[in-house]
């Protein structure tokens, strides 16, 4: 989709790019002349002084001079050119907010392998494993995960981002990402149910426990939010086809999910469930995560 791709360029909004495609010029290599007659020669300078900037940077694999140019509602045409070069991106944390609070995990996907992060194991490891991909991919990483991963590590993250969580919202899909995950037909099967919160009491009965079982348990779930992060874009790029003159052409097969890496605690999972009802029953949540760990 990106060498169809005409609204980078200054002054060409939708419209015109539409009526380029109905034109019949559909690819960067097919404006040549005779041009359309709706553009003005100024105009057919510019595209023309734009579309050799734009091969050379395809030639030079440089996602992030795109991303600087497209529009942000136009960003997902990115993905196909560069998913050679993706990190899918999940952090888990010891709370439920921004603020006076440090990682715990992070798991990184790349369409390939599955890579684990861990507070007090290897968790420094992340900062020279991320410099190796072009193309972030994460749900709502550009308000949390992606701030609390520079906080920690010290430097900016300076690749091309795709966040899913406004793509998805502007197709229709809301309620966080298990929300989306639901209404586009994804299962988690065993992890059915288990979010952020069950991620900071697992944690935390880890930290208490050291139980090799808790952790897994733990990775299971953030590996999960990360190896979904493809699925969820790759749907959301075939829904975006639609309204473009690609829809068959350009589709993406749906992407093989890779061998579970960690198995959850089946039973671990039942008690935080139980602990959890009745919490909401007796009005603990979400203010309060005391009393968790004895009740696992």
Not at 63 to 79: G, I, T
Not at 235 to 248: D, G
Not at 253 to 282: H, N
């Amino acid at each position: 989709m990106l060498f169809n791709t005409f609204v980078h360029i200054p002054g060409i909004g939708e419209t015109t790019e539409r009526r380029l495609w109905q034109a019949g010029i559909t690819a960067w290599d097919e404006f040549v002349e005779p041009y359309p007659e709706f553009l003005s020669g100024q105009k057919i300078r510019l595209i023309n002084e734009h579309l050799a900037r734009s091969r050379a940077q395809a030639e030079q694999q440089t996602p992030l001079d795109f991303l600087r140019q497209l529009p942000a509602a136009q960003r997902w045409r990115l993905f196909p050119h560069y998913r050679a070069s993706v990190a899918y991106l999940d952090i888990e944390t010891t709370g439920l907010s921004f603020t006076d609070h440090s990682i715990t995990t992070i798991s990184l996907y790349d369409g390939t392998r599955v890579f684990t992060y861990v507070q007090g194991e290897n968790l420094a490891d992340f900062a020279e494993d991320i410099g190796q991909y072009q193309l972030l991919v994460t749900y709502n990483g550009k308000g949390f995960d992606i701030p609390m991963l520079e906080r920690h590590f010290g430097f900016r993250l300076s690749q091309a981002h795709i966040d899913l969580r406004p793509l998805l919202q502007g197709l229709g899909f809301v309620g966080g990402l298990k929300g989306c995950e639901k209404q586009l037909g994804l299962d988690r099967g065993d992890l059915s149910g288990v979010d952020g919160y069950f991620a900071v009491l697992l944690w935390r009965e880890y930290q208490r426990t050291k139980a090799r079982r808790v952790l897994e348990t733990l990775l299971a779930y953030n590996v999960e939010d990360a190896v979904n992060l493809e699925l969820l874009l790759v749907r959301a790029y075939n829904l975006k086809l639609q309204s473009t003159p690609f829809a068959e052409s350009h589709r993406l097969p749906m992407p093989s999910l890779p061998e579970k890496a960690f198995l959850p605690d089946m039973e671990l999972i039942a008690r935080l469930r139980d602990w959890r009802e009745k919490a909401e029953g007796a009005r603990l949540l979400p203010g309060s995560l005391r009393g968790a760990s004895r009740a696992l």
